[in-house]
C-alpha cells in the first residue's frame, strides 16, 4: 500500500457489497450499544469497559491481528513495516504500556515534570518520540496517497477513509464529557457519560477490523489491476 509503483487509479467503483456490510454492521453494533445502555443493568456497561472487560481485552489482539495482516499485504517495503510498527503501537497503547514502566504516561506532558528518575524521562521520551514520528510519518503518507489515488472512488478508499472517521469519533467521545465540564462548566448525566463510554471503547475495539476490510479491498483491487 503506499506505493508510487503500483497506481490503483481507476474509474469511478460504485458502492460495493462490502462497504454497505460493513456499514450496516457498524450501525447494528451502535444499537446493540444504546440496547445495552438503556435496558440493561448499569453493571453490565461497566464490565464491558473497564479494563478486564471484553472491549479492552480483545482489542489489543485485533491490533496486533492486523500488525501481521499489514506485514503480509503490504509487503517488506517501507510502508508494509511503518503500517506494520503503527499497528503494534496502537496495540501497545491498548495494553496501556504506555504507562506500564513508568510513573504516568510517557505522552504526557505532566510526565516530564514530575519528580522521578531521570532515565524514566530519557527512555520514555525516547518511545513517544519514536511512536509519534511513526504515527505522523503514516499519517502523512496515507493522506498523500489516499489524495494521489482519488481514493475517495474506490471501495477500499471509501473504507479507509470510514476506518479514520472512526478514530476522530472515537477521540471525542472520550474527550467529549471532560471537555464540556473543564472548558464550558456543561456536566453530562450519568447516561450520557455512559453512551460516550460505551461508543468509545466499542469502536476503538472495532478500528482494526475496519481497517483489516479496507486493507484486505485495497488488496484485491491491486490484484485485478494487475
Known sequence: MFSHQNSLQQPNQPIQPLEKIVVI??????????????????????????????????????????????????????YGIGTTLLALIFAAREWDLHKAFTADSIFKHAFYKMDIPLAQKVWGGLAAAICVAVLLWMTAACILYLWREKAWRQAWGRLTILSIGLIFFTKVCDRLEATLAVDYHIYMTVIQGEICNMFEEGYEMLLPIVFGIALLSWRRRKSLAI
Open 25 to 78: 454492521a457498524l450501525l447494528l453494533f451502535a444499537a446493540m450499544l444504546f440496547f445495552i445502555i438503556y435496558t440493561l443493568d448499569p453493571a453490565i456497561t461497566h464490565l464491558l469497559t473497564s479494563e478486564t472487560g471484553i472491549f479492552e481485552v480483545v482489542s489489543p489482539p485485533l491490533w496486533i491481528v492486523l500488525a501481521v495482516l499489514c506485514f503480509v499485504v503490504v509487503g517488506r517495503t517501507r
